[in-house]
């Protein structure tokens, strides 16, 4: 299954990312260790509607 980081909204397709972070009783995928630190600052700058969310990148490629 692909999820999508929701700070950089890059593809996280492995079945077991290495980055997880629990939030509100929802479990979130990152695609590197810098978009999990950004969110867990603060998750709801990332959750909100029109938020900021692929706005920035974390400066590494995309996984293959």
Request: glycine letters at 8%; hydrophobic letters at 25%; aromatic letters at 10%.
């Amino acid at each position: 299954m692909v999820e999508l980081c929701p700070v950089c909204l890059m593809p996280v397709e492995d079945e077991y990312p290495l980055y997880r972070a629990r939030y509100k009783g929802k479990e979130y995928v990152f695609h590197t260790s810098r978009c999990k630190e950004k969110f867990l600052e603060d998750p709801e700058k990332y959750l909100a509607e029109g938020g900021p969310a692929g706005e920035e990148h974390c400066g590494v490629p995309e996984q293959k």
